[in-house]
């Protein structure tokens, strides 16, 4: 069973360039979510999705965008990517809300 | 105050041990509670939900304290495969944007 699968696993950016991380989950579940983890920190939702096409924004949310044009997919963009942007970013899924979210193995990105 | 606290620790105990961790949270509204378990550089994994009237699976044991707002994770009988972070999550009703994370206390199980 695939479950939630991220891409790429790693990355290095330079300031000022542009990326997309890939989501992508088989479960069917209508609830998507972007996290980012800094070091010693809890996870911080970004965006997250109720279903395909609706998208909402989490609590940091700034320098970033999404889209959910399928229920199976839930890219996050980074434009003009800062220093500030390194960070481990997961992608989660849900059947139900709240509920047990189903995590990708983590993108992490660096910033130069 | 911060929504979700916990001791980021690290907690260091020999195998067999019984060891307790807290986490308080801040909001009163607050409904549904869950222990997650990250090991190092992996994605979190959810452990257990927290009901009210607590809850057991096997060696592992969360209570919910709703007067003092806090829950609980014991761990009974420690196995060095227990070590990992353990991330407290509370959630809002009626959002999705309000689940929210504790920072995790790290569990080293010793030999």
């Known amino acids: 069973n695939a479950g939630v699968t991220q891409t790429p696993k790693f990355r290095i950016l330079k300031i000022g360039q542009s990326m997309t991380l890939q989501c992508t989950q088989d479960?069917?579940?209508?609830?998507m979510y972007w996290y980012r983890q800094d070091p010693g920190m809890g996870l911080k939702l970004i965006y997250y999705?109720?279903?395909?096409?609706?998208?909402d924004k989490g609590e940091v949310p700034n320098g970033y965008n999404v889209s959910r044009s399928t229920t199976e997919d839930f890219p996050l963009r980074l434009e003009l990517a800062a220093p500030s942007q390194t960070s481990v970013y997961f992608c989660?899924?849900?059947?139900?809300?709240?509920?047990?979210?189903?995590f990708g193995e983590g993108s992490r990105l660096t910033v130069l | 105050r911060k929504e979700v606290e916990q001791d980021p620790g690290p907690f260091n105990v020999p195998e067999g041990a019984t060891v307790a961790f807290n986490c308080t949270y801040s909001?009163?509204?607050?409904?549904?509670f869950f222990w997650y378990r990250q090991d190092c550089r992996k994605e979190p994994k959810l452990l257990m939900s927290?009901?009210?009237s607590g809850n057991e699976d096997g060696r592992f044991t969360a209570q919910l304290n709703r007067a003092s707002q806090y829950i609980s994770l014991l761990i009974r009988d420690s196995k060095l495969s227990d070590s990992a972070t353990y991330l407290c999550?509370?959630?809002?009703?009626?959002?999705?944007?309000?689940?929210?994370f504790g920072s995790g206390t790290q569990l080293t199980v010793l030999p």
């Open positions: 989660a899924s849900s059947y139900t809300n709240p509920g047990e979210l189903f």
């Open positions: 479960m069917n579940h209508n609830y």
């Open positions: 999705s109720v279903g395909a096409g609706i998208t």
């Open positions: 909001n009163s509204a607050s409904q549904s």
């Open positions: 927290v009901y009210s």
């Open positions: 999550v509370v959630n809002l009703p009626g959002s999705a944007r309000q689940l929210t």
